[in-house]
């Protein structure tokens, strides 16, 4: 399915652009009309896997993390948030609840609040180059939206 519109906006994996990618997700989920609590969601999941991004991918340097987002005619939300840093070697482990490689204040629960929060989440990741990380969502239809 094409997508109906779609930005790309890249940034340095500096921690105050966390609140920067948030935004600019919520802001680009609002031409849907979605709920405060979709969006909510949306920013949440958002926040995670770029904090994976400054915490995991550049852990002793600045990177660039691309937010790639789209719409589709079903209402689908989907945002790409990719880095090009260290990779993960066992995605699998780095998806289950309480892993982490932060260090002790860290939860090592990214993955697992991500998937909370949307219907679908990819991870992609080769040791060395990167990953991508594609967090999908359908957004209620609300009446008098004519998108």
């Given at each position: 399915?094409?997508?109906?519109?779609?930005?790309?906006?890249?940034?340095?994996?500096?921690?105050?652009?966390?609140?920067?990618?948030?935004?600019?997700?919520?802001?680009?989920?609002?031409?849907?009309?979605?709920?405060?609590?979709?969006?909510?969601?949306?920013?949440?999941?958002?926040?995670?896997?770029?904090?994976?991004?400054?915490?995991?991918?550049?852990?002793?340097r600045l990177g660039p993390v691309t937010l790639r987002?789209?719409?589709?005619?079903?209402?689908?939300?989907?945002?790409?948030?990719?880095?090009?840093?260290?990779?993960?070697?066992?995605?699998?482990?780095?998806?289950?609840?309480?892993?982490?490689?932060?260090?002790?204040?860290?939860?090592?629960?990214?993955?697992?609040?991500?998937?909370?929060?949307?219907?679908?989440?990819?991870?992609?990741?080769?040791?060395?180059?990167?990953?991508?990380?594609?967090?999908?969502?359908?957004?209620?239809?609300?009446?008098?939206?004519?998108?």
């Amino acid at each position: 399915m094409k997508p109906i519109n779609e930005a790309t906006v890249t940034f340095l994996s500096r921690s105050a652009n966390e609140g920067f990618a948030r935004t600019t997700a919520a802001c680009f989920a609002a031409q849907l009309d979605p709920t405060l609590d979709e969006v909510n969601d949306v920013r949440t999941a958002v926040s995670e896997a770029v904090t994976n991004c400054i915490v995991h991918a550049y852990p002793d340097r600045l990177g660039p993390v691309t937010l790639r987002l789209r719409l589709y005619p079903d209402n689908t939300l989907e945002i790409q948030v990719k880095d090009k840093g260290v990779g993960i070697p066992d995605v699998e482990r780095a998806r289950q609840p309480m892993f982490t490689t932060g260090g002790a204040e860290r939860s090592g629960m990214g993955f697992t609040i991500m998937e909370s929060f949307m219907d679908g989440v990819k991870v992609r990741s080769t040791p060395g180059k990167g990953t991508v990380v594609t967090l999908r969502r359908r957004l209620a239809r609300r009446l008098g939206t004519g998108m």
